[in-house]
């Protein structure tokens, strides 16, 4: 906590210049359909930094959850064994290209050399990961924060505009816990992007990084 209030006084002086929004680098890449997921994504916080076997069982009842909506792919099986490394975002590394993009809506504070990501409390501060989904793959997205105050709440959602966004996730953090460790994961049955997009309704918090890792099917 001691390390948040210090970010936060030089936050507090910068904030001015940075309300804005924070986009990746633009490249040249062809303009993808955003879609939908292929089923209801799902949340897992535990109050705990969340273990690989407990991603991986995420991963299997996500799949098994779109099996049982989806009886033309129930042939399907996921390929573990075919699944490339997790990409990992980062402050200094918000843009793969190919496989992910952010996009940082009214930031506190944007100090790429420091590594410090900050957002105000409500949804216009906000942050949005573009995942370039493929066809027939799942994904899930490990995602670790800093917040001001504990016990407090994060909203994590699918869509462009937080105010319209599918199927919103709230979850109250841990009392006495300012790291925060969450995973989300959903289905893309169609090739495009899927944003999913992450805010607090009631306090302050940072960006700390993303790992993303897709599975075929």
Same mark, same amino acid.
């Given at each position: 906590?001691?390390?948040?209030? =210090? !970010? $936060?006084?030089?936050?507090?002086?910068l904030a001015p210049a940075f309300a804005q929004t924070v986009a990746s680098p633009v490249t040249n890449r062809p303009k993808v359909a955003t879609v939908s997921p292929a089923a209801k994504p =799902? !949340? $897992?916080?535990?109050?705990k930094p969340i273990t690989a076997?407990?991603?991986?069982?995420?991963?299997?009842s996500t799949f098994q959850a779109y099996l049982a909506g989806a009886p033309e792919a129930?042939?399907?099986?996921?390929?573990?064994?075919q699944a490339p490394p997790p990409t990992l975002v980062t402050v200094d590394k918000m843009f793969w290209d190919g496989i992910v993009d952010t996009l940082s809506?009214?930031?506190?504070l944007v100090d790429i050399g420091a590594g410090q990501l900050l957002f105000d409390e409500g949804p216009s501060s906000?942050?949005?990961?573009?995942?370039?989904?493929?066809?027939?793959?799942a994904y899930v997205?490990?995602?670790?924060?800093l917040t001001v105050e504990t016990g407090r709440h994060i909203v994590i959602c699918v869509g462009n505009d937080?105010?319209?966004?599918?199927?919103?996730e709230t979850f109250q953090t841990a009392a006495g816990t300012d790291v925060i460790h969450f995973v989300y994961a959903f289905i893309a049955d169609k090739t495009g992007e899927v944003p999913v997009a992450i805010y607090s309704p009631d306090t302050r918090w940072q960006f700390l990084s993303a790992e993303l890792t897709p599975t075929p099917f």
């Amino acid at each position: 906590m001691r390390n948040f209030a =210090v !970010l $936060l006084g030089c936050s507090a002086l910068l904030a001015p210049a940075f309300a804005q929004t924070v986009a990746s680098p633009v490249t040249n890449r062809p303009k993808v359909a955003t879609v939908s997921p292929a089923a209801k994504p =799902v !949340l $897992l916080y535990t109050g705990k930094p969340i273990t690989a076997e407990e991603k991986d069982k995420l991963l299997t009842s996500t799949f098994q959850a779109y099996l049982a909506g989806a009886p033309e792919a129930r042939s399907h099986h996921l390929n573990r064994n075919q699944a490339p490394p997790p990409t990992l975002v980062t402050v200094d590394k918000m843009f793969w290209d190919g496989i992910v993009d952010t996009l940082s809506r009214s930031p506190r504070l944007v100090d790429i050399g420091a590594g410090q990501l900050l957002f105000d409390e409500g949804p216009s501060s906000s942050l949005t990961f573009n995942v370039f989904a493929k066809k027939d793959s799942a994904y899930v997205i490990g995602i670790g924060l800093l917040t001001v105050e504990t016990g407090r709440h994060i909203v994590i959602c699918v869509g462009n505009d937080l105010f319209t966004c599918q199927n919103p996730e709230t979850f109250q953090t841990a009392a006495g816990t300012d790291v925060i460790h969450f995973v989300y994961a959903f289905i893309a049955d169609k090739t495009g992007e899927v944003p999913v997009a992450i805010y607090s309704p009631d306090t302050r918090w940072q960006f700390l990084s993303a790992e993303l890792t897709p599975t075929p099917f």
